[in-house]
T-cell receptor, first 114, second 110 residues
Framework: SQTIHQWPATLVQPVGSPLSLECTVEGTSNPNLYWYRQAAGRGLQLLFYSVGIGQISSEVPQNLSASRPQDRQFILSSKKLLLSDSGFYLC?????????????FGPGTRLTVT | LAKITQPISMDSYEGQEVNITCSHNNIATNDYITWYQQFPSQGPRFIIQGYKTKVTNEVASLFIPADRKSSTLSLPRVSLSDTAVYYCLVASGSNYQLIWGAGTKLIIKP
């Protein structure tokens, strides 16, 4: 069976500090991978998606970046955090080549920028 | 790109059928409609997906009229555990264009 992991679960970081959130998927190959952000009480904002190693598409221009160094690893980074970066960050995967958009979400990372 | 509108919140009672409607007037020919359920501090969970007419699975039904400008998620005989936020997603079948609705907070009362 497939499993998706995210860490850390919670993070408190000062403004201007760097960020690295990691997501890994087990039990599947060549998944499509997604990073979302969810502000408190709000809907999902798609940040990045990837259809393969080294292939990253950005949906929202901002101070965040993503990388996919391995097939089942997706990393979200920032060089300098802003207060507005606070939120619930979710990683998701789906089977490649599907039009079903049945995404499987990880447990999320709650980031508070102070 | 489709613009999505769904009610902010809804209340119902245990044992009732609940229908949540999503409006997506500018839906494109290649777009699919998907619904997700989210509990607090968890990632969303896939419920159902459709393209047109009616789709049913073990937890819900999805009704899509011929013009596809709206869709209705139907939850039969809800229970307290169905209290959650429900998201409508319109996604292109060809180019990873994903538009999420703002979510409908459903509260089920005893």
């Amino acid at each position: 069976s497939q499993t998706i992991h995210q860490w850390p679960a919670t993070l408190v970081q000062p403004v201007g500090s760097p960020l690295s959130l990691e997501c890994t998927v087990e039990g599947t190959s060549n998944p499509n991978l997604y990073w979302y952000r969810q502000a408190a009480g709000r809907g999902l904002q798609l940040l990045f998606y990837s259809v393969g190693i080294g292939q990253i598409s950005s949906e929202v221009p901002q101070n965040l970046s993503a990388s996919r160094p391995q097939d089942r690893q997706f990393i979200l980074s920032s060089k300098k955090l802003l207060l507005s970066d606070s939120g619930f960050y979710l990683c998701a995967w789906e089977r490649a080549g599907t039009t079903v958009y049945e995404q499987y979400f990880g447990p999320g990372t709650r980031l508070t920028v102070t | 790109l489709a613009k999505i509108t769904q009610p902010i919140s809804m209340d119902s009672y245990e044992g009732q059928e609940v229908n949540i409607t999503c409006s997506h007037n500018n839906i494109a020919t290649n777009d699919y409609i998907t619904w997700y359920q989210q509990f607090p501090s968890q990632g969303p969970r896939f419920i159902i997906q459709g393209y047109k007419t009616k789709v049913t699975n073990e937890v819900a039904s999805l009704f899509i009229p011929a013009d596809r400008k709206s869709s209705t998620l139907s939850l039969p005989r809800v229970s307290l555990s169905d209290t959650a936020v429900y998201y409508c997603l319109v996604a292109s079948g060809s180019n990873y264009q994903l538009i999420w609705g703002a979510g409908t907070k459903l509260i089920i009362k005893p």
